[in-house]
């Protein structure tokens, strides 16, 4: 379907073949300084050179326009450039324009080979810049089109894996918390306003793109002491904090780390230990996790495998593309984590 033109696109398509016919026109009329002639013979050129623009223009490039098709574009332009020439362009040049302002011309005949590849190329002339420009701009639209898309994706797959931490994290959340009512412990109640902290956060606070580093501290602070509450001495905890400024960072993207460390670093009947540094200084976050191992924990193979590790690891490459670095270290006594990743 032909695209219904605005009085702009019109004005411009005016100014267009105007321009052609001025241009042509002097170039050719400084052989003879027979201008008139020669803007009267570009006039009568233009209905073929405006039949294979607009036939390429509207119908041509948005049925094929694709890599896939491209060459198939061509071949038709191709035969539309035949067409037009030998069916156009030659008979009104060979009966009208030849013997009424070319008399002293000698044509050799209607197919002669040499005047119709001199008529294909005179008409062809005229399609070369809008079909050009035209190309070009479906091209970029395109490509705008597929990045639009593929944005689109990132955000929609960014939102179904954040929206998995919650879950996850308050499952094993609620597990501490119903250990420490078997074991009636008095520290439930504050067990209760800690979790009263995270879930608030959870669903108020972390609903953006980015938070507050500070806020997302405090959210690991509030998870770490649940955690000490659960083990009590038989997990020796260092958590460490130091920040240069308050950066922004995306939400949920280190508890995963931290979990695993409670997860596969501790124990309840033998002594353990974590330790967990977070550190910003000049644009930079680096997390450095490090924690006990037994001989029964796999902590690499069951941190790597998990939803956690698996999570993290997608969210990182699609929110800080070439912009982290994760090295894991799994010895014998020890597991360690280290993150750099640079704010952006």
């Known amino acids: 379907m032909v695209k219904k033109l605005s009085p702009n696109r019109v004005l411009r398509h005016v100014l267009?073949?105007?321009s052609l016919i001025i241009f042509f026109g002097i170039t050719w009329g400084t052989y003879d300084n027979d201008y008139v002639r020669s803007f009267t013979i570009q006039t009568f050129s233009l209905p073929a050179r405006m039949i294979?623009?607009?036939?390429?223009?509207?119908?041509?490039?948005?049925?094929?326009?694709?890599?896939?098709?491209?060459?198939?574009?061509?071949?038709f332009y191709l035969i539309t450039l035949l067409l037009v020439s030998v069916c156009v362009q030659r008979p009104i040049i060979y009966f009208y324009v030849q013997p009424n302002y070319l008399p002293g011309w000698q044509s050799e005949g209607y197919f002669t080979i040499t005047e119709l590849v001199n008529t294909i190329l005179d008409v062809n002339i005229a399609a070369v810049v809008p079909i050009g420009m035209s190309f070009f701009r479906l091209y970029y639209n395109s490509q705008q089109k597929?990045?639009?898309?593929?944005?689109?994706?990132?955000?929609?797959?960014?939102?179904?894996?954040?929206?998995?931490?919650?879950?996850?994290?308050?499952?094993?959340?609620?597990?501490?918390?119903?250990?420490l009512i078997i074991k009636k412990s008095d520290d439930a109640e504050v067990?209760?306003?800690?979790?009263?902290?995270?879930?608030?956060?959870?669903?108020?606070?972390?609903?953006?793109?980015?938070?507050?580093?500070?806020?997302?501290?405090?959210?690991?602070?509030?998870?770490?002491?649940?955690?000490?509450?659960?083990f009590g001495n038989f997990v020796d905890i260092s958590f460490h904090s130091e920040l240069d400024d308050d950066y922004l960072i995306a939400p949920f993207l280190i508890i995963p780390f931290v979990e695993n460390a409670?997860?596969?670093?501790?124990?309840?009947?033998?002594?353990?230990?974590?330790?967990i540094n977070i550190s910003t200084k000049q644009n930079k976050l680096v997390l450095h996790i490090e924690n006990s191992k037994f001989q029964n924990n796999h902590p690499e193979k069951n941190f790597t495998g998990g939803i956690g590790?698996?999570?993290?690891?997608?969210?990182?490459?699609?929110?800080?593309?070439?912009?982290?670095?994760?090295?894991?270290?799994?010895?014998?006594?020890?597991?360690?984590?280290?993150?750099?990743?640079?704010?952006?």
């Open 16 to 18: 267009y073949w105007i």
């Open 52 to 75: 294979l623009v607009y036939v390429s223009l509207y119908i041509l490039l948005p049925k094929l326009f694709s890599f896939k098709r491209f060459f198939l574009f061509i071949f």
């Open 146 to 179: 597929t990045l639009a898309l593929e944005k689109e994706k990132i955000e929609a797959e960014l939102i179904q894996l954040r929206n998995q931490v919650h879950p996850h994290f308050l499952f094993n959340t609620l597990n501490n918390l119903y250990a």
């Open 191 to 230: 067990a209760v306003l800690k979790l009263s902290k995270l879930m608030r956060y959870m669903l108020y606070e972390a609903n953006t793109d980015k938070v507050s580093i500070k806020k997302e501290i405090s959210y690991l602070k509030n998870y770490v002491d649940l955690e000490k509450l659960r």
């Open 262 to 275: 409670f997860k596969h670093g501790t124990s309840s009947s033998k002594k353990s230990w974590i330790v």
């Open 309 to 344: 590790f698996t999570n993290v690891k997608k969210r990182l490459d699609l929110l800080y593309p070439n912009n982290y670095s994760l090295d894991i270290n799994d010895s014998n006594e020890s597991f360690e984590v280290l993150l750099q990743l640079n704010f952006i």
